[in-house]
Structures are given as structure tokens and as C-alpha cells.
């Protein structure tokens, strides 16, 4: 039994060395060598790529990336605008992006900034995304005040809004980005060879996973807006938006589509704005739509009635407005599947099958979609859609 013993011991010894030799060569094969990973939920091998890179210290690590995905893939990136700051509020929305749909689809991610964005972001938001990444600068005249806008009329416009609490009513950032989201960041070079984006901001989380590709989705059924979220506006904050896009109308009439959806932003057909926008921190959207002649008129119009700077115009009413009336209602969806968190408003499918099917981590009694501050029961409602199973239960 002891000779036994010992002819064992040997016999692990041995395997043991050979395991660790393996493994060294293993480590040192060139950095182009695949291998393969089994993937959990399919059930099947994938083949991945190894890279070698270096670090400022000089250390090589070893990165491996998954599969380049072999189906067709639309003209489409994600974007977004953010400062170094946001960088880890911001990790951990690329991540959820990517575990619940990017992973599978590899679409590209923009970035943008008013400020040139650090190594550490560019290195920790690269190692996450499984698309190619690019970092842009805003230009200074697109992030500061134009110069035909009263400089003192602005600010005492700031001073009352702050004195009435309104959130952001005294920042002149904010009013920056409003502006830049609503009419500029499209025409950022970088985006120049895509025709749809999805936006995305620091702090946000997807539940559910999203198994089929949105970009083509849109394309394939001719959608030009998509949201997830709808609400009122803080009507403090657009006293003359409204007035402003009339007169428009009224110099551009041909700008006004036959099919419009005037009855989801108006509930007097057309005399006055309902305050209901899609929530553009989540959209879905054309960019041809906003290169088109209809919105760069519109945001010219709205650019030069100064509304950014003397109110708080923000990029969501600004943009539903635009879609509400320049598009055909039928290119406007509501994707009711994608179930979305951004302070303070959940966005959790009532329909229990959308919710298994897609490995949903959210409860739906928590939604948001449905109550009665929400603006989609109406965009449902005029559009003769029918509403998700079990809506009601949180009416």
C-alpha cells in the first residue's frame, strides 16, 4: 500500500510539471494565436482573438475580445456627451448596454466633450465597449453664448428662475448642453458617416436583454424617433416654446406633415403645447431626420428666438415637438420591450412574458410608463395601439 502511495504521488508530480510546462508555452505562443470560449447561454464554442498590448509602464497584458459579429449591421454608433467627471457613472451604463445588447451586435461608441477627455477615460470606457470607440471635442462656438443673445436679458432670465427653484433654472452649462444636444452634436464630424445613434448618459441601467438588433429595426421598418420614457415638461421652463414653433409654422406650413402627431403635444388641436416630450437621455433616432431641412430650419428658428439662454428650451421638448409634427406618426416608436432606469423614472415592461423572455431584473411596479404623470398612455391611445398585457395594474 505505501509503494502504491508513493507510485502515486509520482504519477501527480509528474502531470504536474507537465501541466505547468503547457501552460508556460501556452503563454508564450505569439499574440494572433485563437482560441475558443464556451459561451453559457448558447451553449456554444466562439472563437476569440487574442491581443497583446502595453501599458505606460511598460507591462504587456493579454485582452480578449469577442467574435467580430458576422451579420449585416446598420450605419448606427452609440453617443454620448459627458466630461471626465462622469467617467464612472458612465462605466457602468456602457457595461449595462453592453451585457444586455452590445456585446452581441458590436456597434461603435462617440464620445463627446466639451473639454479634451483624459487617458484614464479614453483607456477605461475603450476597455469596455466592444465596438471601436472615438472621442471628439465640442467646438468653443457651439458650448457658448451666441452672440446676438442678450447677454443681460439672459441673465436676469437665470436670477427668476433661480429665485422660483426651477432645476438648472441658474446654470449656464446646462443651457449649453440643451442647445448642443437639440441642434449641433449631429453635425460633430465624427458622426458624419452614420445615419442612426442611440443616446446614451452616465448613471442609466437596462434590465432587460434586448436579443435583437435596434438599429436594424428601425431602418427595416422605416422609424425615425424612438423613446422609452415620456412625461410633462416644467412648463417654467418653456413659456414661449410653443408660440415660437407656431410662428414657424406659419412662415414653413409645407414643414408640417399630413400624418403628423399634433394631438400628442397639443390636447386643443394645436393652440397650446400639452408639455408631454419623449425623454431624450434615451433616443433612438435618424440622423438624416435632424440633417433634414425641416428640423435645421426649426432649430435655426428656435437657435435665433434665444429661448435656450432667456428660458431653460430643453433638448427633449425641443426634439419631440420637432417629430411630433415634422414626421409621420407611423415612424415614431415606443419600445415598450427595452425596460430603462435614469433618475428617477423606471421604465419596467407590465407584460410578464417581455419580462421572462428577456431576463428582466426589474419590477414592474415600479414602472413609470403607466402612470398617469407619463405621456405614453395618450401616445397609445391616439395612435390606436394596443397597450401591453396587465397595464392597468399600475393605473
Partial sequence: MKFRGQQQERIYKFFGVITALLLTLWLLLPSNVSTTKLSAKAG?????ETYVSQNNLGFKYNRVKQAPYPGPRVKAAFVTLARNRDLWGLIKSIKSVEDR?????????????????TDEFKRLTTAVVSGETFYGKVPKEQWSVPDWIDKEKAAKGRTEMREKGVLYGDSVPYRFMCRYESGLFFKHPLLDDYEY????????????????????????NNKMYGFTISLHEYEE????????????????????HENNMMDFISDDEGFSYNMCHFWSNFEVASLDFWRGPAYTDYFNYLDKAGGFFYERWGDAPVHSIAAALFLDRNQIHHFDDISYYHPPF??????????LNGRCTCDPKEDFTWNDYSCTSKYYYINNLEKPKNWQMNM
Avoid: A, G
Fill in 44 to 48: 456554444i464554442s466562439l472563437p476569440l
Fill in 101 to 117: 445588447f452590445n456585446y452581441k451586435f458590436q456597434y461603435n461608441w462617440i464620445f463627446l466633450n466639451d473639454d479634451e477627455f
Fill in 197 to 220: 445613434y442611440w443616446r446614451v448618459e452616465p448613471d442609466v441601467e437596462f434590465f432587460c436583454d434586448i436579443d435583437y438588433d435596434v438599429f436594424k429595426f428601425m431602418k427595416d
Fill in 237 to 256: 421652463t418653456v413659456k414661449t416654446l410653443w408660440n415660437t414653433t407656431k410662428s414657424f409654422l406659419e412662415e414653413h406650413p409645407q414643414y408640417l
Fill in 346 to 355: 423606471v421604465q419596467c415592461s407590465v407584460d410578464e412574458n417581455v419580462r
